[in-house]
């Protein structure tokens, strides 16, 4: 019954901008971690960014910062990354995922949603 859904994604030009979210069912993840993991075709997925379920507080990978931006509305059980000045780099399958722990040691702890895609075009 547990799920996280991801929506927002498509295709935009680079430069542009998209806001992803991802709703959860199932249980609140208002205590929890949340954050986002992208996978590239042939690339191992990789570490994004995370917000806090205590303080709010987040973490970006070095390629993402100052670009892009996580939020949660626990209100709303749903977290969101709004992404601007895309560039073709960050053309990926983008996952939400939640967990007790923070994500990217996680492991088994973590949910995980079917993720959404996201394509920058040149």
């Known amino acids: 019954q547990v799920q996280l859904v991801e929506s927002g994604g498509g295709l935009v030009q680079a430069g542009g901008s998209l806001r992803l979210s991802c709703a959860a069912s199932?249980?609140?993840?208002?205590?929890?971690?949340m954050g986002w993991f992208r996978q590239a075709p042939g690339k191992e997925r990789q570490f994004v960014t995370s917000i806090s379920g205590t303080n709010g507080r987040t973490n970006y990978a070095d390629s993402v910062k100052g670009r892009f931006t996580i939020s949660r509305d626990n209100a709303k059980n749903t977290v969101y990354l709004q992404m601007n000045s895309l560039k073709p780099e960050d053309t990926a399958v983008y996952y939400c995922a939640a967990g007790p722990l923070p994500l990217q040691i996680g492991g088994k702890k973590n949910y995980w949603g079917q993720g959404t895609q996201v394509t920058v075009s040149s």
């Open positions: 199932g249980r609140t993840f208002s205590s929890y971690v």
